[in-house]
């Protein structure tokens, strides 16, 4: 697109791959949320899976958040980290061919592991369920995805990393770690293995990794993706340097520790639990602080929010993430957890921030990239925005749905009757249920629809065309270092 | 801390909180109130218009912070945070778990103690009792037995009818919820064959049904040979050994041929679980009212 500047001297980027992934993560999002709502249609009628296993609530649950968060969430992550870090550093991909390797490498776990999962064969662990054999190639391709990332930092023209890169970064290294302790386990056939950890231990270590895939995938990541894709589509300098620092700093201190809130009142040590509330209090204040930092980023260009599509997903998609991220830390407060855990209300938390949030950034983010990397205008700018109001109404019913739900549950739990005896038993409860779960499927099917109308468009955007090639422009500004 | 050998590590995790999250706050205020090196030489540019504004963080967002951070040392001055450090309220979740039953038998525990005393007519005459009771069961036994208490075919049986396998006392109803049963009824495949099992289910169902059994039934040889000692003469059954009546056509595993055949082929061990330290004295007091009413 800066044909103006190019430096001549210099390859092209390496931008094929970063369309690859960007189809490919389109893909996943369709399926995944396709299995979502599938499961949010069984928890209305049990017997949508018709006596079939692989079709049942326990499996189907599983692909769906693996296909969402490794399929979609990850494809995406990488595209836009390849397309960004050449881009922030004036310099083509470190080993292109390795790139190469990592998207048709993921693609293929994914493939195999979500049919593993519909054959029955899980660890039992939380957005860890796949197997050993897939653990193993899991680790080798993040650990390919941090060689080509920070080999590609190592060669930049551009001294002073971008904000950006701290995160992908971040991103990379912590998964990295988190994955490979918490899968640490002795095979005992090709599909069947035992962790090395147990009880209380293992609980502690599994919402370590639970929570920090959360922190630094669905986060972290995507704050990443936040901090190049947000500026540049406003067209306007990040608004503060330093609250990004601060935000950086701050947050992937606090959100190691804070793993434990997810086993409050359990069998682990109080001090755990402790430093746990306290850790999840501070993270409210780096991820305002990189609230603050995008909607002010925003704040000179309002105007653009009229015609721009892209923009507008990413702004909503802040407010969504300050939700939740206000949420969370009064969930961790125990004396709120003792009515949220156990109930919907988690569920309406994790879906405010991976619908709200997660799919409406990467939304956002596909409408900009993908017209920039074939060269040419979107295909309906009506059809995006349409998209929008779908994708807004769908979070929004999903969200209202879940707090109902979860919080008439988190009261019913408790309430006790004039004997001392709980007021409601768990089928009285159950069965005053399925108004919300309706309701919450109607909002998966909104949802849905939304991303298949974006599926056609960008596809029709794309159809035809080849990625363009770019070259790096020549450096500007002080930290130049060629 | 009761999880660590020593309290050596307890040490280690206080120094590492409180000085990590000290140079958290000393590395925010210091960035927050310091000179603004961006503003000299021209402003970095990463890519096209992508660069770093040098805006101050917002004053509210540092009272924020502030806030939260002394928020935090007052809760691990309060709480047990600081490693083996127990806090000033030496809070524990046992405590915790104390304290409330401690409130609820303030609370609740006179009406408690009434109930687990009362006759079962009185509690049977409170319809809020019952009420209550019948979530006991619904809680409890109805994954099971159903929640109206009517079971379910061929896996758990009915507790509304008349039929009691293991016994309709009171006391035995009793014994039932508090220790559990386990039914042992071996399989006579073996022994009877094919031919042999067929006959006997034949000859069993007709008791059931109440029909007239002629004396050279072969299957009533049989039962005569392998069956009495548990279900009786008769077919009455025996309470003790939990054996139901065979005669009263109330059918545990199905009533059909097949059914019956499979019983006595391959036998029965229903199993039924002890309650006694899942429950109260009230609650089985409040059970025993709500299975033995009058409907
Ligand atoms: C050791 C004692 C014992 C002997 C001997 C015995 N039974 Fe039983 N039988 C039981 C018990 C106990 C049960 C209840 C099983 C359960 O509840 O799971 C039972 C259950 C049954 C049932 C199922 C009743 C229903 O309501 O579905 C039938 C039919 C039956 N027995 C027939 C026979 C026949 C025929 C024989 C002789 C071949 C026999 N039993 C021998 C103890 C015995
Ligand atoms: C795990 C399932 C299960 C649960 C939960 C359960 N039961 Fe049972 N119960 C059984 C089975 C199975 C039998 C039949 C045992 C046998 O075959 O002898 C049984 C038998 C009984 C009987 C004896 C019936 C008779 O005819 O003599 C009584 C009474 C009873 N249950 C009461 C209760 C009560 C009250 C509760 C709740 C506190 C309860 N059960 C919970 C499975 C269960
Ligand atoms: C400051 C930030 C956040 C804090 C302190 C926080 C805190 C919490 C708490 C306390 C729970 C409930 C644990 C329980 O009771 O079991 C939870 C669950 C969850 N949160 Fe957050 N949250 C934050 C942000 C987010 C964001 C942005 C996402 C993005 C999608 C997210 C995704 C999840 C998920 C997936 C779960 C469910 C885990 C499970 O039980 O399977 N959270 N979070
Ligand atoms: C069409 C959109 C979607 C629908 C209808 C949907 C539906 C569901 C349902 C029904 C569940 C199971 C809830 C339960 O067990 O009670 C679930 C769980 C989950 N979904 Fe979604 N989902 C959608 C999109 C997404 C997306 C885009 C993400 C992530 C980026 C996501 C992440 C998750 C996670 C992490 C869980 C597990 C939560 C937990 O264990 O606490 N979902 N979803």
Not at chain 1, 17 to 25: Q, W, Y
Not at chain 1, 300 to 329: C, H, M, N
Not at chain 1, 412 to 417: E, G, R
Not at chain 2, 221 to 250: K, R
Request: proline residues 4%; charged residues 15%.
């Amino acid at each position: 697109m800066s044909a103006k500047n190019e430096n001549p001297k210099s390859e092209f980027y390496h931008d094929r791959v970063v369309t690859a992934l960007v189809m490919l993560a389109i893909v996943w999002a369709v399926l995944g949320m396709a299995a979502g709502v599938y499961v949010a249609a069984e928890l209305v009628w049990p017997t949508l899976d018709f006596g079939e296993p692989w079709l049942s609530f326990g499996r189907l649950r599983t692909v769906h958040t693996n296909v969402v968060i490794f399929g979609f969430g990850v494809s995406a992550l990488m595209g836009t980290a390849f397309y960004s870090v050449q881009r922030t550093c004036h310099v083509p991909l470190f080993l292109p061919r390795l790139a190469w390797f990592v998207c048709i490498a993921w693609q293929i776990i994914l493939l195999l592991g979500g049919l593993s999962l519909l054959a029955g064969i899980t660890s039992g662990k939380e957005y860890a369920e796949l197997e050993w054999p897939f653990d193993i190639a899991i680790a080798l391709v993040w650990v390919c995805f941090g060689i080509i990332f920070f080999g590609t930092i190592a060669q930049r023209k551009i001294k002073p990393i971008y904000v950006s890169n701290w995160f992908y970064g971040g991103l990379i290294i912590v998964i990295t770690m988190i994955h490979v302790v918490n899968s640490l386990a002795m095979p005992a056939t090709l599909f069947k293995s035992y962790s090395l950890f147990a009880g209380a231990q293992d609980a502690i270590l599994q919402w370590w990794y639970g929570h920090n895939a959360v922190g630094f995938l669905l986060t972290g990541g995507f704050l990443g993706m936040m901090y190049y894709f947000l500026p540049k589509q406003a067209e306007r300098p990040i608004w503060s340097y330093r609250l990004s620092i601060i935000a950086f700093w701050a947050f992937t201190y606090s959100y190691i520790w804070a793993g434990p809130h997810h086993l409050h009142y359990s069998a682990i040590p109080e001090w755990v639990q402790s430093l746990a509330v306290v850790m999840s209090l501070i993270l409210l204040a780096p991820s305002w602080a990189t609230m603050i930092n995008g909607i002010m980023t925003v704040s000179g260009a309002w105007q653009k929010l009229r015609t721009d599509p892209a923009l507008k997903f990413i702004v909503l998609s802040l407010a969504f993430y300050g939700l939740a991220t206000f949420e969370g830390p009064m969930m961790a407060i125990k004396s709120v957890n003792v009515v949220s855990h156990f109930t919907d209300w988690t569920i309406g938390h994790v879906h405010s921030g991976a619908l709200g949030w997660n799919a409406l950034i990467t939304f956002g983010t596909f409408y900009f990239l993908v017209p920039r990397l074939v060269g040419r205008e979107l295909y309906s700018v009506r059809l995006a925005n349409i998209h929008f109001w779908l994708a807004l109404a769908g979070t929004m019913l999903y969200v209202l749905a879940m707090w109902g739900a979860g919080v008439s549950q988190g009261l019913l739990w408790l309430s006790l009757d004039e004997f001392g005896e709980l007021r409601y038993s768990f089928r009285d409860i159950m069965a005053s249920m399925p108004p919300y779960y309706l309701l919450r499927l109607v909002a998966g099917l909104i949802f849905l629809s939304g991303a298949i109308l974006m599926t056609f468009n960008l596809f029709k955007t794309i159809s035809g065309a080849r990625t363009i090639q770019v070259r790096p422009p020549a450096v500007r500004g002080a930290g130049a270092s060629v | 801390m009761a999880d660590m050998p020593t309290d050596f590590w307890g040490g280690w995790i206080a120094v590492i909180t409180v000085v990590s999250l000290a140079a958290l706050c000393w590395f925010v205020f210091s960035i927050y109130f310091a000179a603004n090196g961006q503003d000299e030489g021209e402003a970095q540019v990463w890519d096209e218009t992508l660069g770093e504004g040098s805006n101050p963080a917002p004053m509210w967002w540092f009272w924020l912070i502030l806030s939260l951070m002394v928020f935090s040392v007052i809760y691990l001055i309060l709480y047990p945070g600081l490693g083996s450090y127990s806090g000033v309220l030496k809070w524990s979740q046992g405590g915790r778990l104390d304290e409330s039953f401690a409130s609820y038998r303030e609370q609740f525990g006179e009406v408690r103690q009434s109930i687990a005393k009362a006759t079962l007519e009185s509690l049977q005459e409170d319809p809020a009792i019952m009420a209550s009771a019948r979530r006991v069961f619904d809680r409890k036994c109805g994954i099971c037995h159903g929640s109206d208490a009517r079971g379910q075919a061929s896996r758990f049986p009915d507790l509304m009818d008349e039929a009691w396998q293991w016994g309709g006392d009171v006391a035995q109803i009793e014994k039932t919820i508090r220790s559990g049963r386990q039914a042992v009824m071996v399989g006579w495949q073996a022994v009877l064959g094919d031919d042999g099992v067929k006959q006997l289910a034949r000859y069993v169902r007709e008791l059931g049904q109440g029909g007239q059994t002629k004396d050279d039934d072969p299957g009533k040889t049989s039962y005569q040979q392998f069956c009495v000692a548990c279900h009786g003469v008769t077919g009455e059954g025996n309470i003790m050994l939990g054996a139901p009546s065979l005669v009263d056509d109330v059918w545990l595993y199905g009533d059909s041929a097949e059914d019956i055949e499979q019983t006595i082929a391959l036998g029965r061990n229903g199993f039924m679980p002890a309650f006694n330290d899942r429950l109260d004295d009230t609650q089985v007091r409040m059970l025993l009212a709500w299975l033995t009413r009058i409907q």
